[in-house]
Every structure is written in structure tokens, then in C-alpha cells.
């Protein structure tokens, strides 16, 4: 099992920039790849963006695709997110799900940070 927990959310102004953090814990030897992933008030949950834990390969959705950074430090066992020129509708819960060895279909997931982009 891996634990997740996530920080650095807060509320920004448009174009502005945050770096989000998601620190992992427990059997993150397990771990091959991570995701970020958010959900807007009222709306479904929705991909962000990927990384592989060992090669950090990454993989972007279109909407987010050059405004955010997904990276990863694996001697912190740490995944961020960054990101730049901030809209009104990058407002959400921003969630950290890992993948592991063990258990492939069901990712862990963090607890979520609040992103608020105020216009």
C-alpha cells in the first residue's frame, strides 16, 4: 500500500503560477507510475497529466498540454505539478492517484489540494 498526500494548492489570480507536491510513503518501491488528475465543483474527475516512476515518461491531456509540468524526484518520492499562466477554469480539487506493481486497475489516491483561480 502507498499513501499519498498532497500540497500546495491555494487560490492565485489568472496567469499566475503554483507548484503542486505529492509526497508517497509507505511501499513506493512498488510504485511505476503516477498521475495527476482534478476534479472541478460539479463536474467528473479528470486526467491531468502522467509520469513513469523510472523513466519519466509523461503524457499530457490537451487541455493542460504546455501550461503544466509533471516531474518527479524519486530520491523524495515526490511528484509535482507545475503550473503556469493559470485560467479561472484550471479551478478544482487536484488529486495524485500511484500506480503499483501489486495492484495495477486500483491506483492509490491522496486526499486532494484545492486550486482556486480567481479572474
Known amino acids: 500500500q502507498v499513501q499519498l498526500v498532497e500540497s500546495g494548492g491555494g487560490l492565485v489570480q489568472a496567469g499566475g503560477s503554483l507548484r503542486l507536491s505529492c509526497a508517497a510513503s509507505?511501499?513506493?518501491?512498488?510504485?511505476?507510475?503516477m498521475n495527476w488528475f482534478r476534479q472541478p465543483t460539479g463536474k467528473e474527475r479528470e486526467f491531468v497529466a502522467s509520469i513513469t516512476w523510472s523513466g519519466g515518461t509523461t503524457i499530457y491531456a490537451d487541455s493542460v498540454q504546455g501550461r503544466f509540468t509533471i516531474s518527479r524526484d524519486t530520491a523524495k518520492n515526490t511528484m509535482y505539478l507545475q503550473i503556469y499562466s493559470l485560467k479561472p477554469e484550471d479551478t478544482a480539487i487536484y488529486y495524485c492517484a500511484a500506480h503499483t506493481r501489486a495492484a495495477p486497475t486500483a491506483p492509490n489516491w491522496g486526499q486532494g489540494t484545492q486550486v482556486t483561480v480567481s479572474s
Open positions: 509507505g511501499r513506493t518501491f512498488t510504485i511505476y507510475k
